[in-house]
């Protein structure tokens, strides 16, 4: 079970000793054109994300191996892969990659763009029940492969002794190993973003109940 930050008693350096680490980045995007006070809450999160990495390292040790995912195995730039999926958590990388750490790829392609088509399908609002269905269930399947394809890749990367940080979406549905000890980050605007969407989906549906 991962260990949320700042929720948790401090463990001790020796508890986690004979442990692989891996500390969990929750990944947050700002689209464009997002508003005003959202990216202010973004831009909070992520010096937040950086403070407690930073302090987490100093009693663990330096981040040896670094996740990103949708960042698929055989990209030619993977610092570039990640500057065009998220700027934020490319900063974060760029400074530890100065200090020696290794940025790993962790998705299939194939893989990869299998589930996203999948994906895209549900999110465009298919009316018809059976296609819903098999849709769903492709979905789903694409969804375990993704999942057992980065399980694969972490348990083969992540050796004794080091620390990897994984910048991820939550809700990600994966079981990681249990001879790895997961540190949960989770810094105070993470909440604050929680309660903006949920008042903006609140404030939406207002709107389409007027209408």
Same mark, same amino acid.
């Given at each position: 079970?991962?260990?949320?930050?700042?929720?948790?008693?401090? &463990?001790?350096?020796?508890?986690?000793?004979?442990?692989?680490?891996?500390?969990?980045?929750?990944?947050?995007?700002? &689209?464009? @054109?997002?508003?005003?006070?959202?990216?202010?809450?973004?831009?909070?999160?992520?010096?937040?994300?950086?403070?407690?990495?930073?302090?987490?390292?100093?009693?663990?040790?330096?981040?040896?191996? %670094?996740?990103?995912?949708?960042?698929?195995?055989?990209?030619?730039?993977?610092?570039?892969?990640?500057?065009?999926?998220n700027?934020?958590?490319?900063?974060?990388?760029?400074?530890?990659?100065?200090?020696?750490?290794?940025?790993?790829?962790?998705?299939d392609?194939?893989?990869?763009?299998?589930?996203?088509?999948?994906?895209?399908?549900?999110?465009?609002?298919l009316?018809? &029940?059976?296609?819903?269905?098999?849709?769903?269930?492709?979905?789903m399947?694409?969804?375990?492969?993704?999942?057992?394809?980065?399980?694969?890749?972490l348990?083969?990367?992540?050796?004794?002794?080091?620390?990897?940080?994984?910048?991820? %979406?939550?809700?990600?549905h994966?079981?990681?190993?249990? *001879?790895?000890?997961?540190?949960?980050?989770?810094?105070?605007?993470? *909440?604050?973003?929680?309660?903006?969407?949920?008042?903006?989906?609140?404030?939406?549906?207002? @709107?389409?109940?007027?209408?």
């Open positions: 079970m991962a260990a949320e930050l700042g929720k948790m008693p401090k &463990p001790s350096v020796d508890t986690y000793s004979t442990k692989r680490k891996l500390l969990f980045v929750p990944l947050i995007f700002a &689209p464009p @054109e997002s508003p005003l006070d959202f990216i202010a809450l973004f831009n909070k999160y992520w010096e937040q994300i950086d403070t407690h990495l930073h302090n987490l390292e100093s009693k663990l040790g330096n981040v040896t191996k %670094i996740y990103h995912e949708m960042v698929p195995k055989g990209a030619d730039d993977l610092v570039k892969a990640v500057e065009e999926l700027e934020a958590s490319s900063q974060i990388i760029k400074r530890r990659l100065e200090q020696n750490a290794e940025l790993q790829p962790i998705e392609m194939d893989i990869l763009t299998e589930f996203m088509d999948w994906s895209k399908c549900l999110i465009i609002g009316q018809n &029940p059976r296609v819903i269905t098999k849709v769903h269930q492709a979905y399947e694409a969804q375990k492969k993704r999942s057992e394809e980065i399980i694969k890749t348990d083969e990367s992540l050796g004794q002794g080091d620390i990897g940080l994984l910048f991820m %979406i939550e809700g990600h994966i079981q990681f190993p249990s *001879d790895i000890e997961v540190f949960y980050i989770a810094p105070p605007a993470l *909440d604050e973003i929680k309660r903006w969407s949920r008042s903006q989906e609140v404030k939406s549906r207002s @709107e389409q109940t007027a209408d």
